[in-house]
T-cell receptor, first 112, second 113 residues
């Protein structure tokens, strides 16, 4: 089967740095994506790692270690608008199919 | 400009009465996904299409079916909605299989009364 684990909640203050970890078990692993979802909104794409290492996109960075089946999302210079749920998602290419499976999400609360 | 459009945004249906949710896309993407998301939970993949190839997740209830008559449109049919089917239903697309990014619609929130 497939499973993804990430913390359920994280709290941080404005201006701080927060890291959200994700471990996964899956077959046909192709890459790891991160999505942000505000309450009542749709998930929006943040970042993708297909290879080991760090990808940086502005204040957000994402890291992948394929050998450890582990990744993280790093959010720097936190702002109040970053309060949202963050999902890691494995991109699979199992057999003749491709699919996108989400973790349970981490609810980030940014305090003043 | 909206790229993945779901209609309606809110749908109320009666217990046991069939309901259809629709999704359209202007991106000309090959892959379309349907997810079910309940409050404070992860989006759960129900189906996905690669072009016309239909893929059903193993644990998707038989009560749920899907149709993709052409590249642009995809429908989710719930044959006999139960109270447990109340959720947000999200449609998403990606350009190709195992693409790096998926694009989501705003979702349809289904209420079953």
């Amino acid at each position: 089967g497939q499973s993804l684990e990430q913390p359920s909640e994280v709290t941080a203050v404005e201006g701080a740095i927060v890291q959200i970890n994700c471990t996964y078990q899956t077959s046909g692993f192709y890459g790891l994506s991160w999505y942000q979802q505000h309450d009542g909104g749709a998930p929006t794409f943040l970042s993708y790692n297909g290879l080991d290492g760090l990808e940086e996109t502005g204040r957000f960075s994402s890291f992948l270690s394929r050998s450890d089946s582990y990744g993280y999302l790093l959010l720097q210079e936190l702002q109040m608008k970053d309060s949202a749920s963050y999902f890691c998602a494995v991109v699979n290419y199992g057999g003749s199919q491709g699919n996108l499976i989400f973790g349970k999400g981490t609810k980030l609360s940014v305090k003043p | 400009d909206a790229m993945v459009i779901q209609n309606p945004r809110y749908q109320v249906t009666q217990f046991g009465k069939p309901v259809t949710l629709s999704c359209s896309q202007t991106l000309n993407h090959n892959v379309m996904y349907w997810y079910q998301q309940k409050s404070s939970q992860a989006p759960k993949l129900l189906f996905h299409y690669y072009d016309k190839d239909f893929n059903n997740e193993a644990d998707t209830p038989d009560n749920f079916q899907s149709r993709r008559p052409n590249t642009s449109f995809c429908f989710l049919d719930i044959r006999s909605p139960g109270l447990g089917d109340a959720a947000m239903y999200l449609c998403a697309t990606s350009r190709v299989r195992a693409d790096t990014e998926a694009f989501f619609g705003q979702g349809t929130r289904l209420t079953v009364v």
